[in-house]
């Protein structure tokens, strides 16, 4: 790891919280998928059965 001298709590902190951000990005991009997913099952399952 390089000396990052006095800045080394501030740089750390920014790649920390630089992947809470992108975890928390992906768990929602996941999460609303399988929403809309689900939804969209249900739509078709309507759509099929008025047809």
């Given at each position: 790891m390089p000396?990052?001298?006095?800045?080394g709590d501030t740089v750390l902190s920014a790649y920390a919280?630089?992947?809470v951000l992108l975890?928390?990005?992906?768990?929602f991009s996941l999460?609303?998928?399988r929403?809309?997913?689900a939804e969209l099952?249900?739509?078709?399952?309507?759509?099929s059965r008025h047809g």
């Open positions: 000396n990052l001298g006095k800045y919280a630089s992947i975890v928390v990005l992906v768990a999460w609303r998928g929403r809309v997913r099952a249900k739509v078709e399952q309507r759509m």
